[in-house]
């Protein structure tokens, strides 16, 4: 990280630095999201499919 530091220094750089961090993290944050969505709704057409309900617990 001590690379990274001169580029923070510079007037200003700190801004897009800290844009470029959220966008970041923003996007890993969809990402996430996306497969938590997908695996939820896998699991809950399992348990649709074995159970007849779409509760969690049965995964």
Do not use: K, N, W
């Not at 750089?13 to 890993?28: I, N």
């Not at 990402?31 to 348990?47: A, P």
Request: with cysteine; net charge positive.
């Amino acid at each position: 990280m001590i690379g990274a530091l001169p580029i923070l220094s510079l007037p200003g750089s700190f801004d897009y630095a800290r844009r470029l961090m959220l966008t970041v993290l923003g996007g890993l944050a969809e990402f996430e999201r996306e497969l938590i969505r997908t695996r939820t709704g896998d699991c809950m057409g399992i348990c649709l499919r074995q159970h007849g309900t779409r509760q969690l617990h049965c995964c």
